[in-house]
């Protein structure tokens, strides 16, 4: 039986290797881009509610000075216009994530193609996507996440577990290491938005 986005995103969450050998079924990856489609939505979503929080507290003071309503619209339409661009960009990653990850597996003997590393990528980020904008359960997501996307290139390659660790955490220090270059070393890329804010530490050096 065909499942949903909702029970696919609960039994990845609960019973991950039962699922991960069910996926193996799915010879096109037309499902997991849809799942994909449907779970960046919430994701920006709720980084547009996060960053409309976080705008409206920036802008309090405006509100007793300007036109009545003013301010409301305004961060309406910027958190509409950060709900589309976070979503092409997330979408965008996520495939030159997968991309990164499937030539890392090539490296360490990975046969398989591509379709089985994005079914692995895909399903196994779902903690993450659900955690990006929730300021320290990200960092617990982005760890199940590592082991989600481990279990499922295992399963899906049929390899090892530990090559599997291995590849996962080799991609994730890159990426990292991409990051630390462009941007310095931030603190919220790790613990999540705002996170430094919250702890009263500079989020970047």
């Not at 305004?74 to 030539?103: E, K, N, Q, R």
């Not at 079914?119 to 659900?130: D, E, M, N, Q």
């Not at 996440?145 to 390659?157: A, D, E, N, Q, V």
């Amino acid at each position: 039986m065909k499942k949903g986005i909702l029970s696919k995103t609960i039994e990845v969450l609960r019973n991950p290797s039962g699922f991960f050998d069910e996926v193996k079924k799915e010879i096109e990856i037309n499902n997991s881009i849809k799942f994909l489609a449907v779970i960046l939505i919430i994701s920006s979503v709720e980084g547009a509610i996060v960053n409309g929080i976080n705008l409206w507290n920036a802008l309090a003071y405006y509100e007793t000075v300007a036109p009545e309503g003013f301010v409301q619209i305004f961060i309406l339409i910027i958190s509409a216009f950060t709900t589309g661009f976070v979503y092409v960009i997330s979408f965008i990653a996520v495939f030159i994530h997968i991309t990164l990850t499937h030539f890392i597996a090539k490296i360490f003997g990975f046969k398989k193609g591509i379709n089985e590393t994005t079914k692995a990528v895909i399903y196994g980020s779902t903690p993450s996507f659900l955690v990006l904008w929730i300021p320290f359960a990200y960092f617990a997501g982005m760890l199940y996440s590592i082991y989600l996307s481990s279990l499922g290139m295992s399963k899906l390659h049929e390899k090892s577990i530990k090559k599997s660790v291995l590849i996962v955490l080799t991609v994730s220090a890159l990426e990292f290491a991409i990051i630390f270059v462009l941007y310095g070393f931030n603190l919220d890329l790790i613990l999540g938005p705002f996170a430094s804010q919250i702890l009263g530490i500079k989020g970047g050096i």
